[in-house]
């Protein structure tokens, strides 16, 4: 993990104002401590600051982008740091900004079923936290533990229940947001009706840092469902996938997640997390579904009555339905397993593409064909979430970095040949930069750029995430 070769420290006049702002113990120079923030989770290649800042107010967090901003000095922004594009990786000359120290649940409206939350708050933290009152905060990601609901919302994370509650974007009611010119803007409203011109709060979710700095939100609740039922099924092809997703949106209101696993998926979970095989037979795919709400014996008596129904029409071919709790941990952990195959299978790619539904069967047996005969070393494990277009391919090793810089090209181009989106949740960052034409317009990026320089147009905020280049004036 080197040191940036070209970094230069900061000038003394900058020291000295940071250290007058945040105080010395606010102000990382540590080589050991330091190291954590060297990287996220991507194959980004991992940077050691020299400077990690540690914030402790929204007031900080915007003073410190002021004095960056007159000094020139570019920032990386680092929530929870399980990103898996490289957007929260230092980069060389860069300083890093940890919102961690920003941690505080401020305000918890019990009554309207809001929150409002400090940037660094863990999404897991915030989702226990709700729950003591009858609340639940749905958005829900396998990182749930470490993600911070800053990084949530900078990538418009998804997840695995956004059939239901939609992605972060849906959750957000209001944001704070601290601009590379130091304002602190206030778009914290809490009202869900709010038609008074452009809602700016959208401009920097999803934008993955590069124009402001997310300090505190406000999120939307929904009342905690009660009982929580869940089922693996085993399915004879994906078409029967699509058949299934559709009928139980149909028979069931509560259905909460509808996660799709190809074999190789669940083969290679069942290794790394030593899970038995769900079934006797194996399956070409297998689909996990979940429904929440509040009469656990009448909601599993309807997915049962559902599934069975689905079997008799040989859309399912075998199923499980979960009979208690630690049956219904005991199926998610199927699909959970990302996170140490994510470990075992490095140097990796995991793509995060959306393709309309009714291709992405055709999709997976393209692109699987292609990478099996061209690269018949690595594992390539598709999975996804069915029910929002959205599919994952996880495949590695690549010990050699020009085989996974090739097979990603061929990979991207593929998915804008199906009209489809590079990116469907976990954002751009650098890893994804390079094939961003794939999904965006020529108009679109300049329009993209210009924004930039509207917000930052000293370039100093996470330069070089999502787009290369200086930030380019409007015409
Ligand atoms: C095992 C595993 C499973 C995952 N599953 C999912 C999934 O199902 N769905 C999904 O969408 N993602 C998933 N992810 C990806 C990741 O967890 C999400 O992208 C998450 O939202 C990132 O949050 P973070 O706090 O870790 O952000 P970081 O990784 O620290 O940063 C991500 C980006 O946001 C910027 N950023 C962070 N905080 C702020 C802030 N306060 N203001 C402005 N910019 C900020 C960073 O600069 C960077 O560009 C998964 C990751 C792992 C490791």
Same mark, same amino acid.
């Given at each position: 993990?080197?040191?940036?070769?070209?970094?230069?420290?900061?000038?003394?006049?900058?020291?000295?104002?940071?250290?007058?702002?945040?105080?010395?113990?606010?102000?990382?120079?540590?080589?050991?401590?330091?190291?954590?923030?060297?990287?996220?989770?991507?194959?980004?290649?991992?940077?050691?600051?020299?400077?990690?800042?540690?914030?402790?107010?929204?007031?900080?967090?915007?003073?410190?982008?002021?004095?960056?901003?007159?000094?020139?000095?570019?920032?990386?922004?680092?929530?929870?740091?399980?990103?898996?594009?490289?957007?929260?990786?230092?980069?060389?000359?860069?300083?890093?900004?940890?919102?961690?120290?920003?941690?505080?649940?401020?305000?918890?409206?019990?009554?309207?079923?809001?929150?409002?939350?400090?940037?660094?708050?863990?999404?897991?933290?915030?989702?226990?936290?709700?729950?003591?009152?009858?609340?639940?905060?749905?958005?829900?990601?396998?990182?749930?533990?470490?993600?911070?609901?800053?990084?949530?919302?900078?990538?418009?994370?998804?997840?695995?229940?956004?059939?239901?509650?939609?992605?972060?974007?849906?959750?957000?009611?209001?944001?704070?947001?601290?601009?590379?010119?130091?304002?602190?803007?206030?778009?914290?409203?809490?009202?869900?009706?709010?038609?008074?011109?452009?809602?700016?709060?959208?401009?920097?979710?999803?934008?993955?840092?590069?124009?402001?700095?997310?300090?505190?939100?406000?999120?939307?609740?929904?009342?905690?469902?009660?009982?929580?039922?869940?089922?693996?099924?085993?399915?004879?092809?994906?078409?029967?996938?699509?058949?299934?997703?559709?009928?139980?949106?149909?028979?069931?209101?509560?259905?909460?997640?509808?996660?799709?696993?190809?074999?190789?998926?669940?083969?290679?979970?069942?290794?790394?997390?030593?899970?038995?095989?769900?079934?006797?037979?194996?399956?070409?795919?297998?689909?996990?579904?979940?429904?929440?709400?509040?009469?656990?014996?009448?909601?599993?008596?309807?997915?049962?009555?559902?599934?069975?129904?689905?079997?008799?029409?040989?859309?399912?071919?075998?199923?499980?339905?979960?009979?208690?709790?630690?049956?219904?941990?005991?199926?998610?952990?199927?699909?959970?397993? %990302?996170?140490?195959?994510? *470990?075992? +299978?490095? $140097?990796?790619?995991?793509? !995060?593409? #959306?393709?309309?539904? /009714? =291709?992405?069967?055709?999709?997976?047996?393209?692109?699987?064909?292609?990478?099996?005969?061209?690269?018949?070393?690595?594992?390539?494990?598709?999975?996804?979430?069915?029910?929002?277009?959205?599919?994952?391919?996880?495949?590695?090793?690549?010990?050699?970095?020009?085989?996974?810089?090739?097979?990603?090209?061929?990979?991207?181009?593929?998915?804008?040949?199906?009209?489809?989106?590079?990116?469907?949740?976990?954002?751009?960052?650098?890893?994804?930069?390079?094939?961003?034409?794939?999904?965006?317009?020529?108009?679109?990026?300049?329009?993209?750029?210009?924004?930039?320089? %509207?917000?930052?147009?000293? *370039?100093? +905020?996470? $330069?070089?995430?999502?787009? !290369?280049? #200086?930030?380019?004036? /409007? =015409?």
């Amino acid at each position: 993990m080197p040191l940036p070769t070209d970094y230069a420290p900061l000038s003394p006049d900058l020291a000295a104002s940071l250290a007058a702002l945040l105080g010395d113990d606010a102000i990382s120079h540590d080589p050991a401590r330091n190291a954590a923030h060297a990287g996220d989770w991507s194959e980004a290649p991992h940077v050691q600051p020299p400077i990690v800042l540690f914030p402790r107010t929204p007031g900080q967090v915007a003073g410190t982008l002021r004095l960056c901003h007159e000094h020139g000095q570019p920032i990386a922004v680092q929530g929870g740091l399980t990103g898996l594009t490289g957007g929260a990786t230092p980069q060389a000359g860069e300083i890093v900004l940890s919102l961690s120290r920003l941690n505080a649940i401020e305000d918890f409206d019990t009554v309207g079923g809001t929150v409002l939350v400090q940037a660094g708050v863990a999404l897991e933290v915030l989702q226990q936290h709700v729950e003591t009152e009858g609340w639940a905060f749905p958005l829900d990601l396998g990182a749930r533990g470490s993600c911070q609901v800053g990084g949530n919302a900078a990538t418009n994370a998804g997840g695995n229940r956004v059939i239901r509650y939609g992605t972060m974007r849906n959750l957000v009611l209001g944001l704070e947001v601290a601009l590379p010119d130091g304002r602190l803007l206030d778009l914290l409203g809490r009202v869900t009706k709010n038609t008074t011109g452009v809602d700016l709060k959208h401009l920097f979710i999803g934008a993955e840092g590069t124009l402001g700095i997310i300090t505190r939100l406000t999120l939307k609740l929904s009342p905690r469902a009660t009982a929580t039922t869940v089922a693996l099924c085993a399915l004879p092809s994906f078409q029967a996938a699509t058949r299934l997703v559709r009928e139980l949106r149909r028979a069931l209101p509560g259905l909460s997640a509808f996660e799709l696993m190809w074999q190789d998926f669940m083969t290679a979970s069942c290794e790394v997390s030593q899970l038995r095989p769900p079934f006797g037979d194996p399956a070409p795919v297998y689909a996990l579904v979940e429904t929440q709400g509040v009469d656990d014996a009448a909601d599993r008596q309807q997915l049962e009555q559902t599934l069975g129904q689905a079997l008799e029409h040989d859309i399912v071919s075998d199923v499980i339905v979960a009979q208690s709790l630690d049956d219904n941990h005991s199926l998610w952990a199927y699909r959970e397993s %990302v996170g140490e195959l994510l *470990g075992r +299978l490095k $140097p990796f790619a995991a793509f !995060d593409v #959306a393709i309309p539904v /009714a =291709r992405m069967g055709d999709f997976v047996q393209q692109v699987g064909a292609r990478l099996a005969e061209r690269y018949p070393e690595p594992r390539h494990l598709f999975f996804g979430h069915l029910g929002d277009d959205n599919l994952h391919l996880l495949t590695g090793p690549y010990p050699d970095a020009a085989d996974l810089h090739a097979m990603e090209a061929a990979v991207y181009a593929t998915v804008g040949d199906y009209g489809g989106s590079i990116s469907g949740e976990h954002g751009v960052g650098v890893v994804k930069k390079p094939f961003l034409h794939h999904s965006r317009s020529a108009d679109e990026l300049t329009i993209m750029r210009q924004l930039k320089a %509207v917000f930052d147009p000293r *370039g100093i +905020l996470n $330069p070089g995430r999502i787009l !290369d280049g #200086a930030p380019e004036p /409007a =015409r």
